[in-house]
């Protein structure tokens, strides 16, 4: 499908990435190889420390044979250009390596983010049909429990595993890379919206033009910055910023294996003297919860742009960044539909605390009403771009209406709500629908509340947001109970613990309220507005389609 692009900068600078030839465009050899051609094969490409502190470095040319011995296992095989690889694993450097194979050898490449129990990782791998999954002996039990309802499921691959190490060292450490076409699928991501399961945007090798562009510029990554980007490849932002991008442009990168820890991430900062760090809202919250002494403790003169992502930074953190590292944390908005950084506070923009920033020069988005009219300035509407740009999704798997219901009178609809001021900067209100954004992860409600009704005491379940200062929202969950059975709190735990084993240990409810009935339509649809305004104390507004109540 040829994409009408609205701007005439991509085809300007469609240099600035490496082609294989003409037509052909492969976002791994672009991210990796193509820095063996230049003199680079020997920069360091990911400095990666593990939780118990273990430092392994990777060069461009490590990084380049150790996807290639990838790509040529795959290919062993039988995995052939678009079939679905997926990609099952904790932060280790084999997740890096392993999604550049899959992309070297034109199969697609997915990933699941490592707290994913088994309702995710099946709702995932069925709809996208993966023909391999690639894990790690501490995850596999979880790929094995549910492999028999997956016939489309081939081969599971365990990379500490000493057979697969065996088998993988046999395989030579050249590749001739998939001459994939700019507009073939590179990656997909399952996201959450209000309804149904998780969807799966697929994104094209395309999209490397873009996002190179933007981590240049919103990042402002130079050539010999030392760059750690927080987020974990199992969510766009660690594919993107953490892979694609910053590799893209040859920029040393630092990924930590472990979890949040306020003073195991100072030390990160300081021993690998970062310039540039990419982190998110509820992390920098949880950095300030510990206080300014802390940052002191450390010397971390060496950083020089700070940047954050993926749920709205209130100004106090903004403000507080600047106390405490001397900068501020620059605000940017984006979605794992669009692929890449779209609006955002670059460097030489004066910020407004609380702002998102400004859209790139590529970008135009407006603030629309829902007929696609703008609505003037400072008032509340949808935040729409104007399609298309190379990083835009390009289909939701198996999922043509979804896909479309994005676009409205030429518009794309991000489903958020957003503000736009007299100085062009745009100010995010909240989301258009019941998406909830708990620590930066996107969980839908759905699945939630589907996970809460497998257990053997729930007659049904509503699931929301409910705002929380560090965390930006939790998950709350009104349940209803089977006849005779008791709301105790020792319950209460046990449904957040079901939730944590079925479907994901980052998307349980740390709420749990046991209430007689749930508000509903007259079709049935469980009415999470109304839930939400009555937690919140806020007036109900509309009911007129509620059934009684
Ligand atoms: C929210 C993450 C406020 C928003 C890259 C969006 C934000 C959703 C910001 C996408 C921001 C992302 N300020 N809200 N700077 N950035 N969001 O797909 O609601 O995980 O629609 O992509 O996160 O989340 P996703």
Not at 297 to 319: D, H, Q, T, W
Not at 490 to 514: C, D, I, Q, S
Request: hydrophobic share 35%.
């Amino acid at each position: 499908m040829s994409q009408q692009y609205t701007s005439s900068y991509w085809q300007e600078r469609k240099e600035d990435v490496a082609w294989l030839d003409e037509q052909s465009l492969n976002a791994a050899y672009n991210a990796v190889d193509k820095h063996l051609e230049t003199g680079n094969g020997n920069k360091t490409a990911l400095i990666y420390e593990a939780e118990d502190g273990t430092v392994k470095r990777f060069s461009f040319l490590a990084l380049s044979q150790q996807s290639n011995k990838f790509a040529n296992y795959l290919l062993s095989k039988g995995v052939k250009k678009g079939d679905r690889v997926f990609l099952f694993l904790p932060r280790i450097p084999e997740l890096f390596i392993g999604f550049l194979g899959i992309l070297k050898t034109g199969a697609i490449a997915g990933t699941m983010f490592s707290a994913f129990q088994k309702d995710a990782l099946r709702d995932r791998l069925e709809n996208s049909g993966a023909t391999v999954v690639i894990t790690a002996k501490e995850l596999v039990d979880r790929i094995e429990q549910i492999k028999s309802e997956l016939p489309e499921l081939k081969h599971v691959l365990i990379v500490d595993d000493e057979t697969f190490q065996a088998d993988l060292e046999l395989h030579p450490d050249n590749f001739s890379v998939c001459k994939t076409s700019p507009e073939d699928f590179a990656f997909m991501l399952y996201t959450s919206g209000t309804t149904g399961k998780p969807k799966g945007i697929v994104h094209a090798h395309y999209g490397c033009l873009q996002q190179h562009e933007s981590a240049k510029l919103a990042l402002d990554l130079k050539p010999n910055d030392i760059y750690w980007c927080t987020a974990d490849p199992g969510w766009v932002t660690g594919i993107v910023y953490s892979i694609l991008s910053n590799w893209s442009l040859g920029i040393t990168t630092v990924v930590y294996g472990g979890r949040f820890d306020a003073e195991k991430w100072y030390e990160i900062l300081e021993k690998h003297k970062v310039t540039v760090w990419y982190s998110a809202p509820t992390a920098i919250r949880m950095l300030m919860a510990k206080g300014t002494p802390l940052v002191k403790k450390y010397n971390l003169s060496s950083l020089r742009y700070l940047a954050s992502v993926g749920e709205p930074l209130n100004p106090e953190a903004v403000i507080w960044g600047k106390e405490a590292f001397g900068k501020y944390f620059h605000d940017t908005w984006w979605q794992t539909e669009t692929g890449s950084i779209m609006i955002t506070n670059t460097p030489n923009l004066e910020v407004k605390p609380g702002s998102m920033g400004k859209p790139f020069p590529w970008v135009e988005a407006a603030i629309l009403d829902d007929d696609g009219i703008p609505v003037p300035d400072e008032e509340e509407g949808n935040l729409c771009l104007k399609p298309f740009w190379p990083s835009l999704m390009r289909t939701v798997w198996q999922n043509k209406e979804k896909y479309e219901s994005y676009f409205k009178n030429g518009w794309y609809f991000s489903g958020d709500r957003a503000k736009k001021d007299k100085d062009g900067y745009f100010w995010f209100v909240g989301r258009a629908d019941d998406v909830i954004k708990t620590s930066g992860e996107r969980v839908g409600p759905f699945e939630v509340e589907s996970a809460l009704v497998e257990h053997p005491s729930v007659v049904e379940a509503g699931v929301i947001g409910k705002p929380d200062e560090i965390r930006g929202e939790i998950i709350k969950a009104f349940v209803v109970l089977k006849p005779g059975v008791e709301g105790t709190e020792a319950l209460k735990t046990e449904l957040a613990e079901h939730v944590k084993k079925h479907l994901a240990g980052h998307a349980y409810p740390r709420e749990v309220e046991f209430i007689d009935k749930l508000p509903k339509t007259r079709s049935g649809k469980i009415m999470r507005r109304i839930l939400k305004a009555k937690e919140l104390g806020q007036p109900i507004g509309d009911t007129s389609t509620l059934e009684e109540y």
